[in-house]
């Protein structure tokens, strides 16, 4: 079955640190993205980044660049994403998905078909 | 960015009724467009790729179509189960971005 579990949620305090995990099963880990997306509560979706674990090649929106990390490790099959010094503004839920993909007619399109539960990081 | 906009923000419906509802790219993105369903309390679910095509195991209900800066998702029959937010997401340049979303209510 394919699954990608998430870690629990957080509370934390503005400053601190977190890495919250993305435990993937059911299928080769590296052959497809991972994407991260951010929902703040009672909002909508945010697209924050992908990384491809076969080489931790990353995207960031410049909504987040410079202020999270994506990693990846393949021996655990396991994605992370993490902040070295947390904002109340981080406060929402964390979706890790996979990225599926196929090729059209001039490039390849992608779109998210395996989701984790979402992790929540309340920072106060 | 690419700014996507979805119409209307919420509407209300009844089971059996049909729903569409559409999303705008502030410059063309050929087809490269997914749909997502969010029940209450629940990850986003994909429901269509590239713009039409459908995701295995997704009722035959749901239809997308467009190309370019116009794009819509329709729902032929509401079920009870389709009362959820749909969001778009461009693929086409990154950042990729998603629509506001579109609320669909009882």
């Known amino acids: 079955e394919l699954r990608l579990v998430q870690s629990g949620a957080e509370v934390k305090k503005p400053g601190e640190s977190l890495r919250i995990s993305c435990k993937a099963s059911?299928?080769?880990?590296?052959?497809?993205?991972i994407g991260w997306v951010r929902q703040v509560p009672g909002k909508g979706l945010e697209w924050m980044g992908r990384i491809d674990p076969r080489d931790s090649y990353t995207n960031y929106s410049p909504s987040v660049q410079g202020h999270v990390t994506f990693s990846a490790d393949k021996s655990i099959t396991t994605a992370y994403l993490q902040w070295s010094s947390l904002k109340a503004s981080d406060t929402a839920i964390y979706y890790c998905?996979?990225?599926?993909?196929?090729?059209?007619?001039?490039?390849?399109?992608?779109?998210?078909?395996?989701w984790g539960k979402g992790t929540t990081v309340i920072v106060s | 960015d690419i700014q996507m906009t979805q119409s209307p923000f919420s509407l209300s419906a009844s089971v059996g009724d049909k729903v569409t509802i559409t999303c705008r790219a502030s410059q063309s993105i050929d087809n490269y467009l997914n749909w997502y369903q969010q029940r209450p309390g629940k990850a986003p679910r994909l429901l269509i790729c590239?713009?039409?095509s459908l995701e295995g195991g997704v009722p035959s209900r749901f239809s997308g179509s467009g190309s370019g800066t116009h794009f819509s998702l329709t729902i032929s029959s509401l079920q009870p189960e389709d009362f959820a937010t749909y969001y778009c997401e461009q693929n086409y340049r990154t950042p990729w971005t998603f629509g506001q979303g579109t609320k669909v209510e009882i």
């Open positions: 998905a996979r990225y599926r993909s196929h090729y059209g007619s001039e490039a390849y399109y992608y779109y998210m078909d395996v």
């Open positions: 059911g299928y080769t880990f590296t052959n497809y993205w």
């Open positions: 590239a713009a039409s």
